[in-house]
């Protein structure tokens, strides 16, 4: 089952314009990650963010949680061509030495040069 | 390289035949995971292994599916009298296990084998 619900499902931007996706879950987590996917290929792991954390930087990526909202969002700042991509948030629970990791459905992200 | 890999990247088959993708994690992690994903979908958690051993299966899991990973190294999932709705990629992930780095380890992806049911 899908724990994460993304929005927009596709976003159509710029190249240079930000891109921003929205991801909402139902339960508690233990953190929440982005994951990027090209076309047809494997994921890549972005960032992460603890459930005790609101905000999180990396390069061009800045990811906030909003563990009262169950929300999170990922904003891509100056898009470039090569972002073009899936983008999936998946958030990590349970207990003890496995945290089952759920993903959403994905964003679909287009940047046109 | 040294990343995740899997074997084969595409599989056509005929509905009713059985098959078998393979994972090659990353040498160090000991845990390895399946997951499925459909077009439009994002991955669905499968299975996944510490070592040698299945410690967790989805109901997605039927009783045709099944894994094995018989040395803790390499996994294969094997997938028997196939049905249209199998058509899938398949995906494999590895990490090593929460306290050897941190409390949580980022899962490193394969490319995927994608199936097709005919």
């Known amino acids: 089952s899908q724990q994460g619900e993304e929005d927009p499902q596709a976003l159509s931007i710029q190249e240079g314009e930000n891109a921003t996706m929205n991801c909402s879950y139902k339960t508690s987590i233990n953190n929440l990650q982005w994951y990027r996917q090209n076309s047809g290929r494997g994921l890549v792991h972005l960032i992460l963010?603890?459930?005790?954390?609101r905000e999180k930087h990396s390069g061009r990526l800045r990811v906030t949680l909003d563990t009262s909202k169950k929300s999170s969002s990922l904003l891509i700042t100056a898009s470039r061509a090569a972002d073009t991509a899936s983008y999936f948030c998946a958030t990590a629970a349970g207990t003890g030495g496995y945290q089952k990791v759920t993903f959403g459905i994905g964003t679909k992200l287009q940047v046109i040069p | 390289d040294t990343g995740v890999s899997q074997n084969p990247r595409h599989k056509i088959t005929k509905r009713g035949q059985n098959v078998t993708f393979r994972c090659d994690p990353i040498s160090e992690h000991n845990r390895l995971y399946w997951y499925r994903q459909t077009l439009g979908q994002g991955p669905e958690f499968l299975t996944y292994f510490q070592n040698e051993a299945q410690l967790e299966k989805s109901r997605l899991l039927s009783d045709r599916f099944s894994a094995e990973r018989p040395k803790g190294s390499f996994s294969t999932l094997e997938i028997q009298r196939t049905e249209q709705g199998d058509s899938a990629m398949y995906l494999c992930?590895?990490?090593?296990?929460?306290?050897?780095?941190?409390?949580?380890?980022?899962?490193?992806f394969g490319p995927g084998t994608r199936l097709t049911v005919l």
């Open positions: 992930a590895s990490s090593l296990e929460p306290g050897q780095a941190s409390s949580y380890n980022e899962q490193f």
């Open positions: 963010i603890r459930s005790n954390e």
